[in-house]
């Protein structure tokens, strides 16, 4: 079990481009932390800066108070002590399933009595007892994931690291290795970084995410936090598929021009109270709109409320279904429960609720500024024998069999 620290991270390519701003995040000891955000957000950069393939620009990365990172310093991949998983499995073709597994402690030097009993202890943990004798192309898909994820914790490693690790499974079996992952990482009180696309993957296992948008923090909390208070616009509409509605907040409740819809105050939450935005009564702003803040009923019968809209998508869900509409220009999500209309169909919409953000509010959030201690650790980080500050691939190695 190990504590990670972010400290005011950079990353910046040859090209200029800053792949991570000023990243600062602090991991518990046994915390399962996922990373989401859109395509070049950052995230499988900040993995790979953490496992030690990519040196950052600007500030540290530290394990256990220990600095492992800075511009002028990187400690070896194989040196710090991490497991890792990728969304391949990379077996070795030629090896068993229990070879595969073995292979860290192989090169660590461990007894083969020891190593035996350990290999099968992993494939128990990871429900392939008796497996062990199997060649990669004998198992399925998933239970060669399995065997990745038991050689990459066989050798108890202060972090494991997973970048997109369950995608390549189909829906069933990821559902299942979900649980099995959350179930296992408690019970051995391991610290895991988990790098996903999947926002329910995401929201199901992690204690909780990190939200990044082109490089830098956008919001940090746990699952009922960032689903229920997104800090900004931007989050609501990754995570909720929400829509942004320009307009005014007032004492009587939002209003959209654009739409002509009004929405009353009650019905109106804020990420966090603004006591200027109170005091005036009045505030321009977005009203972030989730699918479940959206009302849709049939367009027929004398009590249909809301205005008109044109159904564009029509999802089937087992418990609500998914359904995109145009009103008046804007692209809508809403929800159905009972009836599910047809692309083409037109249907009443109405806004009952949203979360408001004043205009300017959308700022990302930081982990903290480094305090003192954090500050001695970065200025006497060993020299960079380089010393030109430059983001380094770090040769990759043998990742997979690191100590």
Same mark, same amino acid.
């Given at each position: ?123 128990e943990m990871v429900g392939l007892a008796g497996m062990g004798g199997r060649r990669p192309d004998q198992l399925s898909g998933g ?60 929201? *199901?296992?992690? &204690? +909780? ?5 082109? !490089?830098? $923090?956008?919001?940090?909390? =746990?699952?009922? %936090? ?25 004492s009587e409740g939002f209003r959209c021009e654009q739409l002509g819809l009004e929405v009353p105050r009650q019905r109106i939450s ?41 159904v564009v998508s029509s999802l089937y869900g087992r418990h609500v279904h998914e359904v995109e509409v145009s009103w008046a220009g ?11 209309? *047809?692309?083409? &169909? +037109? ?5 009952? !609720?949203? $979360?408001?953000?004043?205009? =300017?509010?959308? %700022? ?40």
């Amino acid at each position: 079990m190990s504590s990670v620290r972010f400290d005011a991270v950079d990353v910046v390519f040859d090209d200029g481009h800053r792949a991570l701003d000023s990243v600062s995040l602090e991991i518990a000891d046994g915390e399962i932390i996922a990373l989401v955000g859109p395509s070049g957000s950052g995230k499988t950069t900040l993995l790979r800066s953490l496992a030690g393939f990519l040196r950052p620009s600007g500030g540290t990365i530290s394990i256990d108070g220990q600095v492992l990172s800075s511009p002028r310093h990187s400690t070896a991949v194989e040196q710090r002590g991490l497991g890792m998983v990728f969304q391949q499995h990379a077996l070795w073709p030629h090896m068993k399933a229990a070879e595969n597994i073995g292979y860290p402690l192989r090169l660590a030097g461990v007894r083969r009595a020891e190593r035996r009993a350990r290999v099968e202890e992993s494939l128990e943990m990871v429900g392939l007892a008796g497996m062990g004798g199997r060649r990669p192309d004998q198992l399925s898909g998933g239970q060669r994931q399995r065997v990745a994820l038991a050689r990459a914790i066989i050798h108890q490693p202060r972090v494991l690291l997973l970048d997109e690790a369950l995608s390549a499974l189909d829906e069933p079996l990821r559902a299942s290795l979900r649980a099995q992952l959350q179930s296992m990482s408690k019970r051995l009180g391991l610290t895991v970084v988990h790098v996903t696309h999947d926002r329910a993957e995401a929201l *199901a296992v992690a &204690d +909780r995410i990190v939200v990044l948008d082109h !490089g830098r $923090v956008q919001q940090i909390g =746990g699952p009922e %936090e960032v689903m229920e208070r997104p800090a900004s616009g931007f989050v609501a509409q990754f995570l909720q598929d929400a829509a942004l509605l320009g307009g005014e907040l007032h004492s009587e409740g939002f209003r959209c021009e654009q739409l002509g819809l009004e929405v009353p105050r009650q019905r109106i939450s804020r990420p966090q109270r603004d006591s200027e935005t109170e005091a005036a009564g009045a505030c321009v702003g977005e009203l972030a709109v989730a699918p479940h803040h959206v009302l849709l009923s049939p367009a027929e019968g004398d009590e249909a409320r809301g205005a008109e809209a044109d159904v564009v998508s029509s999802l089937y869900g087992r418990h609500v279904h998914e359904v995109e509409v145009s009103w008046a220009g804007r692209r809508l999500r809403g929800e159905t429960v009972g009836w599910r209309p *047809a692309p083409g &169909d +037109r249907v009443r919409a109405e806004v009952i !609720g949203g $979360v408001f953000y004043p205009a =300017g509010s959308g %700022e990302e959030v930081s982990g903290g500024d480094l305090d003192e201690q954090s500050q001695r650790d970065h200025d006497q980080a060993p020299e960079d024998p380089q010393g030109d500050g430059e983001p380094v691939e770090v040769p990759l190695g043998d990742a997979r069999g690191s100590q």
